[in-house]
């Protein structure tokens, strides 16, 4: 089956700092995707690819197999600074950019309404942009990007600068619109809402992919083992800690926790981890070894602690 989007072999470059190097991944219809980096990965430089904004300076982005001339609007897109006109009514406006796109008058004030329906904006078809508030705002943007029938929709940061409550509406919102013929590809910093909004990641790190797979696979690659003990451990047990195989970083917590990010083997290095406080003659009062997406992205893209 042709993926919605594939990303095949793309590198760009600004003089000689490469931003992406030779990025290749697949984005199946009806997915939603994250893309995760630090500042600097080259998330915003690949957005600005896919979208069309900038060409890479090799590989390939084909949306349903086709290149983006061949595939020209089938690209629905939410930047995060989205802005409206704020003297024209938002059904007007979203009218507007459907008859761009060679809907008639009738047809694009029907899907732009039941669009605005779908996402809670019904009662304020006839308002202006401005009149709205910030999580109205943010509905709004999202209306537009998965407008005109897309193949694939790009959204940065849908969730910046809402409140907890707002962010979950949005995040239910891109679950409840996307459709099985519509693929979703996410940039967000967080990566607690990455975890529960996302079918799949991908990990950039100075352009370079780290990741690619499932929530779960990539974060069953990094189990993370959360110890509480006793006592807080000196400089020297932490260190200790992490020089035991299959300990790829190891953190002490404010709280009293130790979070302690396992490799592949993670039954055995927690094993490792029980015998060596064990042996230590420290107390372990709580153990227990989860997934957290959080730390696998810590794990992949930070730079390793040294060690003695």
Known sequence: MTAALLIDGVSRAYGRRTVLD??????????????????????????????????????????????????????????????????????EQLTWLLRFVGRSQQA????????????????YLGQRATELSHGMYKRLAL???????????????????????????????????????????VSSHDLAEMQELCDRVVILERGVLRADGTVSEVCRRHPLLRVVCARPLTGEECEALGRLPGVSAVEQRQDGMLAITLSDAGDAAAMAV???????GIMIRRADLGESLEQAFLSLTAPPAPRS
Not at 274 to 280: G, I, K, M, N, Y
């Open 143 to 185: 209306a537009q990007a998965f407008l005109g029938d897309p193949a694939v929709v790009l959204l940065d940061e849908p969730t910046a600068g809402l409140d907890p409550v707002n962010a979950r509406g949005i995040r239910s919102l891109i679950r409840e619109v996307r459709s099985a013929d519509v693929a979703v590809v």
């Open 108 to 123: 694009a004030e029907a899907e732009v309404a039941q669009m605005l329906v779908r996402l809670g904006l019904g009662d």
């Open 22 to 91: 030779r990025v290749s991944f697949a984005v199946p219809a009806g997915s939603i995707v994250g893309v995760l980096g630090a500042n600097g990965a080259g998330k915003t430089t690949l957005f600005s690819i896919i979208a069309g904004y900038i060409r890479a300076d090799a590989g390939r982005v084909l949306v349903q197999g086709r290149t983006f001339k061949e595939a020209l609007g089938r690209i629905g897109i939410l930047p995060q600074d989205a802005w409206f006109q704020g003297d024209l009514p938002i059904l």
């Open 274 to 280: 029980q015998a060596l406080l064990t042996a230590r």
